[in-house]
């Protein structure tokens, strides 16, 4: 049984939200061909050609680490180079799992405010050497939702396609919360994606309301030669793909996918109103999707984990990320800012 848990740790503590398991329980009725030969994949792969309004290809993978090596692998020969930002998850939260399946292509860190790519910073990385030495950039690797919680607009996207078009380097799109960005822009996928500029776009199933499953979208279709045997070869080809095609047809038709967005969203944005309320509460990026980040002194950390309040301190930039999720629900949120307030009144003399 699950302990209840008081939680804004991350959008993977959720469950599975009602759409994708209605689904997933209507693939259960009797049986179909295996690995992907199934109706609900050739749904599935097809509702995504209509949302995105393109003939891309589409593969199904178990998450988010795997839908990153392997399509960076893709792209890249074991001497190329892939530009990311210095707190990409590519980087930092993958164990090197792209290194490995590219057989050693090399992350080059740039940086750039707010978790964004400083164009200036990866002109800097691409331009500095051309000699036979360093590792050739090939591709540019942007997150969108970023890991600091920001988000991307088409001009910034834009403009990161203009350099990776001056140096003929290709655009891939790490895009776990893709939909908590096109909930909070009035925009459609496509312009968000390969209207953009991005010709690999991997997209986010668990966190948006599934079991498990993350979807890669190949823009430009030549980029997707042999991938199929790539996804096998890494143990990432499903032999019972139905149960992850099904649940992305249920986020996708029924819109659940930006409903549960937009409901985390608006969970992340009452957060961060409630916690605006508290003088004492620095709050470090922008809100723009789904997640909040706190400066907070130790002991009122310590004092909230104390209390079973779960939530990281580690990611990359210090500070508390608060993540909301398709269930959060209000009252967790004014319970957390109530928790915090008493937090920080109990601990003011040992400060
Ligand atoms: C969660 C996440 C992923 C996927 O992680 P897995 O645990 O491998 O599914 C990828 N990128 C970002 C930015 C993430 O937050």
Redesign the pocket.
Known sequence: MNQPVTQLASD?YSGICPEALNYLLEANQGDAPAYGNDAWTQRATDCFRELFETDCEVFFVF???AA?SLSLAALCQSYHSVICHENA?IETDECGGPEFASNGSKLLLARGAQGKLDPADVERLITRRSDIHYPKPKVLSV?QTT?LGTIYTPDELRALRKLADQYGLKMQM?G??FANALAELDLTPAQLSWQAGIEVLCLGG??NGMAVGEAILFFDRELATDFAWRCKQAGQLASKMRFIAAPWLGLLETGAWLRNARHANAMAARLEQRLREIPEVNIMFPRQANSVFLELPPPVIQALHTQGWLFYTFIGVGGARLMCSWNTSPETVDQFADALQKALDSTSGVR
Do not use: C, I, L
């Open positions: 993977n998450n988010g680490t990153n998850h997150t890991e790490d776990s919360r668990t966190k």
